[in-house]
């Protein structure tokens, strides 16, 4: 988005094509963010909805980009626009079908966590806030039609292909989080109360499924968290040595969170080495010290057991050789970000390279939005892992070079 | 107000999303009563193509001056009805928008009659600011199509070269006589090991040869004045006096390493510092051959003692210099002494392990017990305190490097005022925000990137570089800005010229200036955001709030229960 | 119990839009509160909040962003001190200051919006319709148009943090003792100043508003100074003043 709105208020023409139904990506799901605690979708809203209305960027949401052809300066892009069995012209937002939607699904955005009906939007502050029914789930009961006040339902939309030439591309795609049910030493899928940051980040946030309560699965509030850094990431093993740069602070932000929202709750992390490297990270970290009780250990654990409570016990090994459990009535582990299931394909459309661990691979280390194709260029977690403020200069340095192709005739 | 007010109320159903609970015909009805009010209509769905055509033609037909929508909720809309305003013809600033859907009928479901009355006085409310409305225009302020670039480090030279790829003239103003900061006193640079000399050089002479491209070396600032698109810097380029006109100005003053004076027995030849180090290197100064242990020593100066903060990349470069002189000698022992080890992202975990193959060996101590060194016959010993054996390791070394913290410069301070942009708690450059706005200033105009908004590595300066020069060509590509409608005015009769108002701004748009008639506050349209802080502070009521003035709010507190005044 | 008038100002950026997302979720509360949007809480006047006591609030609700995420960056933080001081006024002039309720709210916090409304209208329920003597309430009203109240306000943050032009730093203690005992001379000021729409000597003043005479006659002269007041006549060789009603002083 930021890439796309310095190109649209330099006066450049900008089509932005998002997969999912609204702008606005990962940081949409987070309650806050660190070091500031800011609250994420607010911060967000505005972004989102300046992109949508700027008169210069042209948003295509639920759409794929499927071909390329060409080369820079003269790129003709060829987007799959999915059906959303909705008339965007004509959906107001007002939720109407959705409250009538006998279906319910898990909503990925609430990392599975909450329900949402079949006619749906993803998250209340979506943009566009156009409603989309889910084709696989649907029963085409005809509630949604029959209740829809502007006349917006279109069961019989198809895919539209839509063509667009442009002089660069930027390509934006961000992360997945590891799925740790790999990794069974720890427990996840199998025991009740291990869960992964960003589905604890839905449950804090007050928007969310619990309404901002950090609740078990036995319906019980927690006293005791811990969380378990690098979970899949510096990892030989798996081909994922690299760290994903922000785990340690998103931990640290959310148990200070945990002891904002309980204050007499036990937070506990469990760390290799504290990456704490960013304007404002140590004294966030000292924060989370000093002022909450936020307490570090340094030991990764080699195993997690559940208990008869549905508690569990951790296993790990501190500076000082010995082997120390800790029990906890939670456990969040802070998984490794990596980059977007499909990626491969997606870089065989663009014609560009990935390097061995599927991130963008640059022409020119010291030319950080360069990809190995000229006119493309890369901006945020896709090339490297960054945190939000890294990836917005990020986004904006992409548009740079964009700009210089545009206004510049540059083609290097 | 000359001409007679004539205010045209449209109330909108949304569908039943209002309509449901609230009775809007009786609404409208109830609006076709009010004081001044010639025209009130209910629409289905007013922000619909129908509604809003239905808008430009009661514009025209009962030349309505005044327009109040009942709906949904500004935030979303309000752009769009004011739009529809202007391309009939009618000031869009003398439109008022009227929340009764998002805070009236969403939130008081089971009460409809309640709601109703509430969304009646909600539009009665509206239709008494919108009598106080005045036309506002957005002023467009030229753009003078050239950057100034403070500093010609990497991230400036980046920064400066892609704004004169895009077509704008660009003046590099740089306090040494030569170019490339802190990476001339570089050797090597991690993780690719490549010379900082040749990596250095092909980007001088790339920015130096742009034909859009002008240096000012030896150079230093007196006074900048101005504001984005008109800004005015004065240096003193090697004893002359020289002024540059530009449209915006990027800060890219860089940093220092902390100086470890009285830290670590620091002497400058056996205790020394990283950059010494990399010097000796560079000058093939460092005799491997006679050297048997080399201890670095982490987090010197920093994470709480003498600055608060982690300078992020002196874990990697220790690394970096200890891999190198173990692979130009492999017989030297060669530790690094850590707490907590920086090597995030992508490359560097790999890079340090490969310096742990090359035999560079870490220990790591508690932040609370940190390495002592102690002098003893012509070298040193350096106790670290094992963090996993918890106890003493005394390290024997014939050089002690310390990885000292980059630093603020220390004329920041005074280029912070010339500018009046804030330094932070870490005395590195403060941006506007600190997630979403990292190489902004709050002050519209001026940018940030590099080492001056805090510790980065060279390829994160060179990011920011481009990000600034993205930031800092919209203006220049835009060619003009527009100041916003809603902006304060002084009423400078009124004014004492006290300052207070000049206090409470954080974007310096109102400041006290010399008139005629004395000292006055003074309102630079194009920096001020309207936020009205000055407008509540002023001790003698002499700053109006444009499309918020006090009037307008008074009417409308006061038209919110007593009924009487106005309905005609 | 009786029905309540609450208004509140609401900043655009967060609790507007955190009002917002209580509709947009569907959070209900009571029907009492009439909103007026603001840009920033820092534009809330204590002039205004007394201005709507006296025309028909039982309740005053003021919204902004929390501390650190002001659009504006630090209109908030001006905002807390500018409400403390209408609160000062509220109690000086006999009005329970729980009247007037300040909250940070963002635009998040559908659900905490609706609660606050829904507690806060509860609360002012309780209180019931708001009472007051017209002529202390318009006291405090002009009081907070009044220069030194004003200044106050504003300066108190800076007061307290960073020190003043002596490098001194206040304790929140030493400030409230400061702001309490200029709002009680400011407010004995305005209200004499109300008491002479009417002639009348420093004595009938004096009586009137039970104070002591010196303590009058040293709010006399500064209004005289101050060309607020004049003498209108010589009654018994006593001087008997009377408001300045020419249009050039305010």
């Known amino acids: 988005m930021q890439a796309a709105f310095d190109l649209a208020e330099a006066g450049i023409k900008v089509c932005l094509v998002e997969r999912t139904l609204s702008v606005g990506g990962r940081m949409a799901q987070l309650d806050k963010t660190f070091p500031t605690n800011d609250c994420a979708i607010c911060i967000l809203a505005p972004k989102m909805m300046d992109c949508y209305r700027h008169e210069n960027i042209e948003v295509l949401t639920f759409s794929e980009v499927i071909a390329i052809e060409g080369e820079i300066g003269t790129f003709k892009v060829k987007i799959s626009k999915k059906p959303r069995f909705v008339d965007e012209a004509k959906c107001n937002g007002c939720g109407d079908c959705a409250r009538v939607c006998p279906m319910g699904i898990l909503n990925k955005f609430d990392m599975d966590l909450r329900v949402r009906s079949g006619a749906y939007v993803p998250f209340m502050q979506a943009v566009p806030l156009i409603y989309a029914l889910d084709r696989a789930k649907c029963m085409r009961c005809g509630l949604c039609e029959s209740v829809c006040g502007q006349d917006a339902i279109r069961y019989n939309q198809k895919e539209e292909i839509v063509e667009r030439e442009v002089s660069a591309i930027i390509v934006a795609i961000g992360f997945d989080p590891f799925d740790p049910s790999g990794l069974t030493e720890y427990g996840y899928g199998k025991y009740d109360n291990v869960i992964t940051a960003l589905e604890f980040e839905r449950l804090i946030c007050a928007a969310g499924p619990t309404g901002g309560h950090v609740i078990r699965k036995d319906g019980r509030e927690v006293k005791r968290i811990a969380w378990i850094q690098c979970v899949g990431a510096r990892d030989t093993r798996d081909n994922r040595p690299y760290c994903s740069s922000v785990c340690c602070m998103y931990a640290t932000k959310e148990a200070i969170l945990t002891k904002e929202h309980y204050p007499e709750a036990e937070t506990s992390i469990l760390y290799t080495d504290l990456r704490c490297f960013g304007k404002g990270f140590q004294e966030y970290v000292n924060r989370a010290e000093d002022d909450y009780g936020v307490e570090y250990i340094r030991g990764k654990p080699g195993e997690i057991i559940e208990k008869e409570n549905k508690n569990l016990e951790i296993f790990y090994s501190p500076s000082s050789d010995k082997v120390e459990t800790l029990e906890v009535d939670m456990v969040v582990l802070s998984t490794a970000l990596i980059p977007c299931g499909g990626v491969e394909k997606f870089a065989e459309i663009l014609g560009t390279e990935l390097d061995g661990y599927k991130f963008f691979k640059l022409k020119d280390p010291y030319n950080p939005t360069e990809t190995t194709r000229a006119g493309i260029f890369v901006a945020g977690y896709c090339q490297a892992p960054r945190d939000i403020p890294e990836c917005i200069a990020h986004g904006s340095a992409a548009a740079s070079r964009a700009m210089e192709v545009v206004l510049g005739g540059s083609f290097l | ?568 | 119990m009786e029905e309540v008038n609450v208004i509140g100002f609401l900043c655009n950026w967060c609790s507007y839009a955190g009002a917002d997302l209580a509709g947009v979720s569907r959070f209900q509360y009571p029907p009492n509160v009439r909103i007026i949007r603001v840009m920033c809480s820092g534009r809330v006047d204590p002039e205004l909040i007394l201005d709507t006591f006296l025309h028909g609030a039982d309740g005053v609700f003021i919204g902004g962003c929390h501390f650190g995420d002001c659009h504006y960056l630090e209109g908030n933080y001006y905002a807390e001190k500018k409400i403390e001081m209408a609160k000062r006024l509220l109690k000086v002039a006999g009005v329970e200051p729980e009247r007037l309720r300040l909250e940070w709210v963002s635009a998040s916090e559908g659900g905490r919006f609706a609660a606050v409304m829904k507690e806060f209208t509860e609360e002012i329920k309780v209180l019931g319709p708001i009472k007051f003597d017209i002529e202390r309430l318009e006291a405090v009203h002009i009081a907070a148009a009044d220069y030194k109240l004003r200044i106050l306000a504003t300066k108190e943050r800076e007061l307290l943090e960073g020190g003043n032009k002596y490098g001194e730093v206040f304790t929140q203690h030493e400030m409230d003792r400061l702001l309490d005992d200029m709002v009680q001379e400011v407010y004995e000021s305005k209200r004499i100043l109300l008491k002479l729409k009417k002639p009348k000597s420093v004595k009938e003043i004096a009586l009137d508003l039970n104070l002591k005479p010196n303590e009058v006659f040293r709010h006399i002269l500064d209004l005289r100074r101050h060309e607020l007041i004049e003498i209108h006549e010589i009654r018994d060789n006593r001087p008997v003043y009377i408001a300045n009603t020419r249009e050039d002083v305010e």
């Open chain 2, 1 to 568: 107000m000359t001409e007679a007010l004539r205010i045209g109320v449209f109330i909108c159903h949304c569908g039943t999303n209002i309509g449901g609970v609230v009775d809007v015909p009786a609404v409208a009805e109830y609006a076709s009563t009010l004081k001044n009010v010639v025209h009130a209509e209910c629409n289905l769905y007013t922000c619909s193509s129908d509604g809003l055509e239905s808008i430009k033609s009661a514009i025209l037909e009962y030349e309505l001056n005044r327009v109040v929508v009942a709906s949904c909720t500004p935030r979303t809309h309000e752009p769009l009805f004011r739009a529809t305003c202007e391309e009939a013809g009618l000031n869009s600033y003398l439109f008022e928008f009227v929340n009764i859907r998002d805070q009236c009928s969403w939130v008081h479901m089971h009460e409809p009659e309640l709601a109703t009355e509430k969304a009646k006085d909600l539009v009665r409310m509206g239709v008494a600011k919108a009598a106080l409305l005045e036309p506002l225009e957005e002023l467009s302020s030229e753009v003078i199509p050239s950057a100034v670039v403070i500093g010609a480090g990497i991230s400036g030279m980046t920064a400066a070269l892609s704004i004169a790829k895009n077509g704008f003239y660009v003046h590099v103003i740089e306090k040494e006589r030569e170019m490339g900061g802190l990476l001339r006193r570089l050797y090597k640079l991690y993780p690719t090991e490549e010379l900082a000399d040749l990596f250095l050089e092909q980007r001088i002479k790339a920015v130096a040869g742009h034909e859009r491209v002008e240096l000012h070396l030896a150079a230093s600032i007196k006074a900048i004045t101005g504001y984005v698109g008109q800004f005015k810097v004065v240096l003193d380029e090697n004893g002359a006096e020289k002024s540059i006109d530009c449209g915006v100005i990027i800060v890219a003053t860089g940093a220092k390493e902390l100086d470890p004076e009285g830290l670590y027995e620091y002497d400058g030849e056996r205790v020394i510092t990283q950059l010494q180090l990399e010097e000796k290197l560079r000058r093939d100064d460092l005799n491997l051959d006679g050297l048997e242990n080399v201890v670095m020593i982490q987090c010197a100066g920093a994470r709480g003692e003498v600055v608060g903060y982690c300078s992020k990349i002196c874990c990697m470069n220790a690394v970096k210099n200890a891999k190198l002189i173990k692979d130009a000698n492999p017989d030297i022992n060669v530790f690094i002494a850590h707490n907590e080890l920086q090597a995030y992202g992508e490359e560097y975990e790999l890079y340090y392990r490969a310096a742990k193959k090359a035999g560079v060996r870490f220990l790591r101590f508690p932040l609370e017990t940190r390495p002592k060194v102690r002098k003893r016959d012509g070298k040193q010993v350096v106790d670290v305190f094992h963090d996993r054996m918890q106890m003493n390791i005394p390290l024997d070394a014939d050089l002690v490097v310390l990885s000292v913290p980059l630093v603020q410069n220390p004329d920041a301070e005074r280029l912070s005022k010339l500018l009046k942009v804030p330094l932070g708690q870490d005395r590195f450059f403060f941006e506007a925000h600190v997630k979403l706005r990292p190489v902004d200033f709050a002050t519209d105009g001026i940018f940030l990137c590099g080492t001056a908004q805090g510790p980065k590595d060279i390829e994160e300066s060179i990011s920011q570089g481009y990000a600034a020069a993205s930031r800092a060509t919209i203006p220049l590509a835009k060619g003009y800005v527009l100041s916003a409608a809603i902006t304060s005015w002084v009423d400078e009769a009124k004014c004492v010229g006290c300052g207070i108002c000049e206090s409470v701004c954080p974007y310096g748009a109102i400041e006290v200036v010399d008139t005629e008639e004395g000292r006055r506050a003074r309102v630079t349209g194009v920096k001020c955001k309207g936020c009205g802080t000055c407008g509540s502070s002023c001790i003698k009521k002499a700053v109006t709030m444009h499309h918020f003035t006090d009037e307008q709010l008074i009417a409308q507190e006061r038209a919110a229960f007593a009924t009487e005044e106005v309905v005609s």
